[in-house]
């Protein structure tokens, strides 16, 4: 009698389940098929051609409403982001304009994870087309989008996942004429996902003369190791010959020399550029068959989860500063274990030296490391910006110390800073108060640094 109640109950339970999930899709496919019947009545929809198109459909001047998070449908959408940001910056996230412009393997990866979090208004922009071979990396394309824009198949695809966002394509190439075009509007941030030197060179540049958050991606093609994918400033990047030409290029032209984030990795390419060959296959010169001057026609060869985990980083980066959430990203350092038993025996050296003993120590080799990497960023904590990296950093180590910031107490996590020998002698001839008094934004610095070791540590 019992296995026969729980059975019903069960059944019962399963039943309902089934029926409110059923009516639920019900309500779901209405309004996409209410989408995409707004989409082909209120305007066609413009192919091809780089010279500059848009395509219409749903596009508005006005950011999502604040209203949008009380929708039922969408609430539920955007429940675990709510959840993790809490519902206020989800708000945020949800009142955010961001351009995409460049809509390849990272671009469309990136794009898309934008649109699942909520992003309010959207501006998809690439002169180019979907290809077969694009497939492999691509985050939505399907063969059946082969020959349409990479924009137009991205706006399409991104309707029926969450149509409530305002999304604009256009089919473009970025240049100084179509800048204005695709950067005004006062957008929240612009991810850079474009492959080619003079373009991506012109876009940033673009971006920091606007006054515009930009983040960029660097070299994603002919790489196999995930975990060597970083985020960092552009001077910081190595072992990318696109980052280094963008590096030199800014520089050069523009007199940038860093302050734009980018998405690169620290891995060297594990293959080179194919061969081109002409349809005789003999080789013959990429340049005679450019259908737009200075865009490559070599094959890169791309196994597609780098540049999907390129864009997916992009995204990642986006969406918590939009939502005002703090993340550290990993510092890149380039020193190896040897490097920290170095500072920490230059620490208890220097302790005995100063204070007649070291038994005010309290930091192992671990922790060492955790200062000098994740505190200082391997550099002196009176540089602001990076001079040093690869092979530079290494070399750095042979001028760096840790000292007690206030001399007063232990030379403990939460009390050490990273200095040049040539630093070390005025840092312990002054006090904290002069410090404070007369370098009021270094002091305010170290003691918000030194107020995260506190916090990592629980002290």
Not at 3 to 11: E, I, M, Q, S, Y
Not at 118 to 132: A, E, H, M, Y
Not at 140 to 169: N, W, Y
Not at 437 to 454: D, G, M, T, W
């Amino acid at each position: 009698m019992e296995r026969t109640k729980c059975l019903a109950l069960v059944g019962g339970g399963a039943l309902i389940g089934s029926l409110s999930t059923f009516f639920l899709l019900k309500l779901l496919q209405t309004q996409k098929r209410g989408v995409r019947r707004n989409y082909t009545e209120n305007g066609t929809t413009e192919l091809n051609g780089f010279e500059g198109r848009t395509i219409s459909g749903k596009k508005s001047d006005k950011v999502v409403s604040d209203d949008l998070l009380k929708d039922e449908i969408v609430s539920e959408h955007l429940s675990r982001n709510i959840q993790f940001f809490g519902f206020e910056s989800q708000q945020k996230v949800s009142a955010s304009y961001v351009v995409v412009v460049g809509l390849g393997g990272v671009g469309s990866h990136a794009a898309s994870m934008l649109l699942r979090t909520g992003i309010g208004k959207l501006l998809l922009v690439d002169f180019d087309q979907v290809s077969l071979s694009s497939l492999n990396r691509h985050a939505v394309a399907t063969r059946a989008d082969v020959g349409t824009s990479k924009a137009q198949c991205l706006k399409e695809h991104f309707l029926s996942i969450f149509p409530e966002c305002q999304i604009d394509a256009k089919v473009l190439l970025y240049d100084s004429s179509t800048e204005e075009e695709i950067l005004s509007g006062n957008p929240d941030y612009v991810l850079d996902c474009i492959d080619n030197i003079d373009t991506k060179v012109a876009l940033l540049a673009a971006c920091v003369r606007r006054g515009l958050k930009v983040i960029s991606a660097t070299g994603a093609g002919a790489r196999a190791d995930p975990t060597r994918i970083r985020i960092a400033d552009l001077r910081e990047s190595t072992n990318d010959p696109l980052s280094r030409s963008v590096r030199h290029r800014l520089k050069k032209e523009y007199g940038i020399e860093g302050g734009i984030t980018v998405v690169f990795s620290l891995e060297k390419p594990k293959v080179k550029l194919l061969p081109f060959k002409a349809p005789s296959g003999e080789e013959e010169n990429p340049s005679d068959y450019q259908v737009v001057p200075g865009f490559r026609v070599r094959i890169i060869p791309v196994l597609g989860t780098i540049p999907a985990i390129f864009g997916q980083i992009m995204a990642s980066y986006t969406l918590t500063n939009l939502a005002g959430l703090q993340v550290q990203t990993e510092p890149i350092v380039n020193f190896d274990m040897d490097h920290y038993h170095i500072l920490h025996q230059r620490l208890i050296e220097h302790e005995e030296t100063l204070y007649g003993t070291s038994m005010q120590v309290q930091v192992d080799v671990e922790e060492v490391m955790y200062i000098t990497k994740e505190l200082w960023h391997g550099r002196s904590a009176r540089e602001q910006h990076v001079k040093d990296v690869g092979r530079g950093m290494w070399r750095s180590i042979n001028e760096l110390m840790l000292v007690r910031w206030d001399s007063t107490k232990p030379a403990s996590v939460s009390n050490l800073i990273l200095l040049k020998f040539k630093e070390v002698d005025e840092h312990e001839s002054r006090t904290l108060d002069d410090i404070k008094e007369k370098e009021p934004e270094f002091y305010s610095r170290v003691i918000a640094v030194l107020k995260r070791a506190e916090n990592d540590f629980g002290l």
